[in-house]
């Protein structure tokens, strides 16, 4: 138990450093900005109670906000990603049985085709707030859609190689 | 009651939802400014830190590219100098008058190099540069540095030039002190590469310790008032008449990188009416 808490503060101060460092610095092809910070929230663990997911989900946005002096919207948007978490899910893997819900989306649990679908949702929940916040209008709604998307698509690539390369074993999350 | 207690302990993380998810939009939406400019000064003091971390890594990165450009801006105020022009601007014409009538005439013209080899402790110091006659360097032109004077060009190959160091003992620059104008000549004592001596000046002339030394501009090589040093030594000897005095050089010869290179555009002119002065 005390080795999962530990795993996931330190995933979470180094996504937040890389964030912080590299990744708000990332202007690629002028509107792509990856958020990987977004990968600690989908791997926290579903048997935290929910309450304290959402506190953490909370401050982890805040913490990106203040790098990024845009006070509340990444709080928010990881806010909200955290809450939709269960529910897509358990949207995603009807039929099964239940305690897959309190398993862990990571490479070796789940085949490859259902991890991109949920990381790829995910990521597009949460970058399509943290824009419409940014920008509040729906003119060129359709031009922010298609940013939003090929923007979600680049941080989903880079969170499936990350996962990919650091898949833990299975043991550790139970 | 205790129904209620139930539902509450049931369904709190709907309720934390929604107050955080009601913070963050009040964060977001904020119109009024105290709470935000709280909110973005405690910011700016957890931030800064983290900045100031990431610019000390990242500064090193730009250190060439912002030196080029201050070579640069520095060969630009070199070049508008008042002692790279023969006339000095009239207050009755203007600039762009001046210009058209040909009457701010160009002198001195600088280009940079890097010093690629340098010794400051023989008896004769030679630097090498890392320009040549490809790029226009020709025998005979002043070396400068941001400090003061360094040298003259010796000789050139197609890429690179050695440069007579002011520390060499066939050396001698003409030089001007500064309060009294006397006119004197710069040459390397040959031991110490902080000090050189400065002759021909006359016993009767006063001159104070930690007076400052300007090149003349009368060799024609250096343009005028190049620091040189200041006077750190003065000595009033008894077998001659000329004071014995040593100057602290202003260059720092042993950290010698970037120098710029002095060309005076009317060099063969001139140098056909010195020849003619030695023929007399």
């Known amino acids: 138990m005390n080795n999962i808490v530990l795993r996931n503060i330190f995933r979470f101060v180094i996504l937040l450093l890389i964030q912080i460092y590299v990744c708000n610095y990332v202007h690629f092809l002028g509107f792509i900005n990856p958020y990987i910070y977004i990968l600690a929230l989908l791997l926290l663990p579903l048997s935290i109670p929910k309450s304290f997911q959402y506190l953490i989900a909370f401050v982890t946005g805040l913490i990106v906000d203040i790098f990024a002096m845009t006070y509340g919207i990444h709080a928010s948007a990881s806010l909200t990603l955290i809450f939709l978490k269960p529910y897509v899910i358990s949207w995603l893997t009807v039929g099964k049985n239940r305690d897959e819900l309190t398993t862990i989306p990571i490479p070796g649990q789940k085949d490859f085709k259902w991890l991109l679908i949920y990381t790829f949702l995910m990521v597009f929940i949460h970058h399509f707030i943290v824009t419409m916040f940014e920008l509040f209008t729906f003119r060129k709604f359709w031009l922010t859609l298609i940013s939003v998307i090929g923007n979600s698509l680049f941080t989903t690539f880079i969170i499936l190689c990350v996962q990919y390369i650091f898949t833990p074993t299975k043991k550790d999350y139970k | ?280």
């Open chain 2, 1 to 280: 009651m205790n129904n209620l207690a139930q539902f509450l302990r049931k369904n709190f993380h709907y309720l934390l939802f929604v107050i955080l998810q009601i913070i963050a939009i009040i964060l977001i939406y904020n119109t009024l400014n105290y709470p935000r400019f709280v909110i973005s000064t405690f910011g700016k003091s957890v931030t800064g830190p983290f900045y100031e971390m990431r610019h000390f890594f990242t500064k090193h990165f730009n250190f060439e590219h912002e030196n080029t450009i201050l070579v640069q801006e520095n060969l630009k105020l070199l070049r508008e100098q008042e002692s790279s022009f023969i006339f000095r601007s009239d207050s009755l014409l203007t600039e762009a008058e001046l210009t058209k009538l040909n009457k701010r005439l160009r002198v001195y013209d600088y280009t940079y190099a890097n010093v690629i080899h340098n010794t400051v402790h023989k008896k004769n110091n030679y630097l090498i540069i890392d320009k040549g006659a490809s790029d226009g360097i020709t025998y005979d032109m002043a070396v400068i540095c941001s400090d003061g004077v360094v040298g003259v060009v010796n000789d050139v190959s197609e890429h690179y030039s050695s440069v007579i160091s002011l520390l060499h003992s066939d050396s001698r620059i003409s030089a001007k002190i500064y309060p009294s104008n006397q006119l004197g000549n710069i040459v390397w004592d040959e031991d110490d590469p902080e000090k050189a001596n400065l002759l021909d000046i006359s016993q009767h002339i006063n001159i104070n310790i930690g007076d400052s030394v300007f090149t003349s501009g009368y060799s024609y090589v250096f343009p005028k008032n190049i620091l040189i040093g200041t006077i750190c030594e003065k000595e009033v000897n008894s077998k001659s008449s000329f004071l014995t005095l040593k100057v602290k050089l202003s260059t720092n010869f042993s950290r010698l990188n970037t120098v710029y290179i002095v060309k005076n555009l009317y060099k063969s002119e001139l140098d056909s009416l010195k020849s003619s002065f030695k023929n007399e």
